[in-house]
């Protein structure tokens, strides 16, 4: 993939047009001086800002706001909210791609659009989040800098005015929400995590000892590591066994929706039908395991409370149980897609069935093993569904994600649950790291 | 006609190449017939029972009478059957004052339909502009949304909760004051908003991967004609597409219907989805597997229905997140 076939046409503007090469160097150093000089003011009204004077004062508006809206959809009825909704939201994209496609277009009309555009979105953006009266002039001041620095970057690019400015519509609505919803609360998190349980005192790393030495923290994090070892592991066994042994065998579709088909639940109802499975009580049994137990003479358990770790390890069936469909659909595809040819070259070599698994297929879809592991051992880190409805956490069953979620809202314990939260994002973060690179390594084949 | 023999003269004429053939064809038989031999289907079949019992067995246990449920396992039905919809009817109207089953149903789907096309919109916007629009540092910009999944949601939950209900004040000064929905009959807005966030890393992961694999010709041409990417991206990607567009579309309405998490914290109480309601229920139940029963199989009802019917689409978006990932 590459750089070569999306070069658009360049020179769509008179202006630039008539450039010639020798003056890019200049320009750019225009440019530059802008951006700097933009954010330079930025940083300056920021500053001011935060040095404002304690005030009364409340929130302004330009007669709507977000918050309006959403108060006006949040009393009609829930399935009203629906069309409504998303009536509205195709208005707000089907603006921005008519802005998108007529603000490159040459001439004085489309040159007034950007121009308005580039103003009238900051502002317009600010003022629907109704700042406080004091923050007002700062933040329209903010607004019409990055407004202005904006339209004369774009003015002045190379490829030609518009460029940029469709540039940054297309990607503006995800990278402002990621921003805002994953990047910015990931570090707030982080420097939670070194504060109390009020967020207030600085505590340095006592927040992460308390997971180290207390109890509940200990086992989430000793539980973790052992479902992200076993549940992979198990899932991808199981799914790769099956998916060889139905492979192009009658009814193959039938026996693939099976075991598919518990992905599609969710965790919640996978919790409540294998405790049903688990269930134990005096008298008759009316979970399945218990009345086979007692069938053959034994006496019933009370699965969930069995510690150690045997409490554990039936959660983790449950999430086996769950994710086996994935890992099976996935490397049935990858089989599928080994050359059949290699099989027949190794069955005329002599190879039994078990060394042509072995030599042949497994060396195939090695790729799709490994997104399958992969895949499966975040989803295995992540796990809160299973454990919330299953155990709540109790007789040592806690897991990291867990465990933040019951210390934040359970014991209100903020810098705990921070602490988790992080010891989570570390666990994550090598098996991330691992598909960033195979992905990097891919586009470079590309 | 390729073979799989070792071929040591050339093959003169046809009725020996013909034979060839058919020995290759009985040959690659033989290689099926012996991979599913008899030991593998029954090891299948097993493995099928195991995974399909404990469906079975609650389903089956949602129909039968609520004393018998309470009395008798639910393999018992197979001696002694008897039938009833009334643990649906009871399941759907329990609940607190403010919510009952049936009501937060009505919630899952007020819930996932607007984030399904949320998501998707956002995403594919972005991930065009990835595929199809050149800009320095572009291929450093794929890479760090991709990597964004680093950030397990537990970590963003709280900040971007507080954000949702404190707003954001710097210094003395709010620029943000928060949203005030939480005495609103059914209010969804915070919930789709993190739902969108949190789809995004992945969903643009997926469809930049598809968008990118259009031929340049179809854009070139486009472009020829006068068409600005604005045209593009509506009349042409979109329908291109719609295959990918459909596979996310069902792997995420999957997703959010089935989550609990993001739900639990972002939700006020009087619109909180199906999975809350079942979760807090089924507490309160206890022990009456009828009830737990019928509520399990209403909450799972439309993920599996979605899942029957759009399975093809379900599974080659997982697909194209396994091949490419």
Request: no cysteine; charged share 25%.
């Given at each position: 993939m590459t750089d070569t076939h999306t070069a658009p046409p360049r020179q769509r503007s008179a202006k630039s047009a008539k450039?010639?090469?020798?003056q890019a160097a200049p320009q750019s150093r225009t440019n530059a001086l802008i951006a700097v000089v933009a954010a330079i003011l930025v940083v300056a009204l920021f500053l001011f800002l935060i040095l404002q004077q304690p005030r009364e004062t409340k929130p302004t508006s330009i007669g709507f706001s977000l918050n309006s809206f959403f108060r006006w959809l949040g009393n009609q009825n829930q399935l009203v909210q629906i069309p409504i909704v998303l009536v509205v939201f195709g208005a707000v994209v089907g603006i921005l791609l008519l802005l998108i496609e007529y603000a490159p277009r040459p001439g004085k009309l489309y040159f007034w659009i950007r121009l308005v555009a580039c103003f009238a979105l900051p502002v317009l953006a600010f003022m629907l989040l109704r700042p406080y009266q004091n923050a007002l002039l700062y933040v329209l001041g903010i607004a019409v800098v990055l407004g202005g620095a904006m339209f004369l970057l774009d003015y002045r690019s190379r490829e030609g005015a518009g460029y940029h400015f469709q540039l940054v519509l297309f990607a503006a609505p995800a990278a402002i929400l990621l921003l805002v919803g994953l990047v910015y609360p990931a570090i707030a998190t982080f420097v939670q995590s070194f504060f109390d349980k009020t967020g207030k005192d600085f505590v340095g790393m006592d927040n992460y000892v308390w997971v180290f030495t207390q109890p509940e923290g200990t086992w989430s994090v000793i539980n973790t590591l052992i479902w992200v070892l076993i549940a992979p592991a198990f899932a991808t066994v199981i799914g790769l066994a099956y998916a060889v042994f139905i492979?192009?065998?009658?009814g193959e579709k039938f026996l693939k929706v099976l075991i598919f088909m518990p992905f599609a639940i969710s965790f919640v109802g996978a919790g409540i039908i294998w405790k049903f499975v688990y269930d134990y009580r005096q008298?008759?049994?009316?979970?399945i395991l218990n009345a086979i137990v007692t069938l053959f003479g034994g006496e019933p358990v009370s699965w969930l409370a069995v510690t150690p770790l045997v409490n554990s390890l039936l959660l983790m069936v449950v999430f086996i149980w769950s994710q086996t469909g994935l890992a099976m659909v996935i490397l049935s595809a990858a089989i599928k897609a080994v050359p059949p040819e290699q099989n027949e070259a190794a069955e005329l070599d002599g190879a039994n069935a078990w060394q042509r698994f072995r030599n042949v297929t497994v060396p195939g879809i090695r790729s799709a093993i490994v997104v399958v592991i992969t895949t499966v051992a975040i989803g295995a880190l992540k796990i809160y569904d299973i454990v919330a409805v299953m155990t709540g956490g109790r007789a040592n069953t806690s897991v990291l994600a867990f465990e933040m979620v019951n210390q934040q809202q359970r014991f209100q314990s903020y810098g705990h649950s921070a602490a988790l939260a992080v010891v989570l994002f570390l666990f994550v973060t090598p098996l991330i790291v691992f598909n960033v690179i195979q992905i990097r390594k891919q586009r470079e084949i590309r | 006609m390729s073979t799989g023999v070792d071929i040591?003269?050339?093959?003169?004429d046809t009725r020996t190449a013909r034979q060839v053939a058919r020995d290759t064809r009985k040959h690659e038989a033989m290689a099926r017939k012996r991979l599913t031999s008899r030991g593998a289907t029954i090891a299948a079949l097993i493995i099928a029972i195991f995974w399909t019992i404990p469906t079975f067995g609650l389903f089956v246990t949602s129909f039968r009478p609520g004393a018998d449920v309470q009395s008798t396992g639910w393999w018992t039905i197979f001696t002694n059957p008897s039938f009833t919809l009334d643990n649906y009817e009871q399941a759907l109207n329990s609940g607190g004052t403010a919510l009952t089953l049936g009501e937060s149903f009505l919630n899952s789907l007020a819930i996932t339909i607007p984030v399904v096309f949320f998501a998707l919109a956002v995403a594919s916007l972005l991930a065009y502009a990835f595929a199809w629009i050149d800009f320095k540092g572009r291929n450093i910009a794929f890479v760090a949304v991709f990597a964004l999944q680093i950030v397990p949601l537990q970590m963003a939950l709280v900040p971007l909760l507080s954000l949702f209900s404190r707003g954001l004040t710097i210094g003395d000064v709010t620029i943000f004051p928060g949203?005030?929905?939480?005495?609103?009959?059914?209010?969804f807005a915070t919930v789709w908003i993190a739902h969108t966030i949190f789809a995004l890393p992945l969903a643009v992961f997926l469809l930049h991967n598809f968008i990118s694999e259009i031929p340049s010709e179809v854009i070139e041409a486009a472009r020829v004609d006068g068409a600005g990417h604005g045209q593009i991206f509506f009349r042409m990607i979109l329908p291109l597409a719609a295959p990918a567009l459909a596979s996310f579309a069902v792997l995420e309405f999957i997703w959010v219907w089935n989550d609990l998490l993001v739900a639990t914290i972002f939700a006020p109480s009087s619109s909180l989805p199906l999975t809350q309601s079942l979760n807090s229920l089924s507490g309160t139940w206890g022990n009456k597997w009828f009830l737990q029963a019928a509520g399990t199989f209403i909450s799972i009802i439309v993920p599996l229905l979605v899942f029957f019917g759009l399975q093809r689409f379900f599974v080659r978006g997982l697909l194209a997140g396994a091949t490419k990932g």
């Open positions: 450039q010639p090469a020798a492979d192009r065998a009658a008298g008759d049994q009316l979970g | 040591i003269e050339p093959i003169a949203f005030d929905l939480r005495d609103m009959t059914h209010s």
